[in-house]
């Protein structure tokens, strides 16, 4: 395996939770169908109300983070390339004094 596919497959901490946290959001809302066929109403619309919440205040914030973060390594790696593009078409005034002396 090479470094790319390792770097791949990495997968961050707060890509874990987040995916736990959604897991068990699932398992939640189908107790909450549960409960609302067995009568308890009530209890279902309270669990219901406050998986929904988990689910918007941990991901909403998850997403972000991401966003900014990929926004980020990508700026950086075009001002990378940049700097390398710009580095590679200066000339070095010594190489351009032995071209014009012939030496």
Known sequence: MNKKQIQERRVTFSKR???IILFMSCIW???SYILAFLGKE???ETLSETVANVIIFSF???LCKAYFETYANEKNKLKEKELEIQ???QID???L???ILGG
Do not use: H, M, N, R
């Open 42 to 44: 009530q209890i279902a």
């Open 29 to 31: 809302i189908t107790l």
């Open 87 to 89: 580095e590679q078409s």
């Open 60 to 62: 909403v914030p998850y």
């Open 93 to 95: 005034p010594l190489d």
């Open 17 to 19: 939770w987040t995916a």
């Open 97 to 99: 004094k032995w071209f």
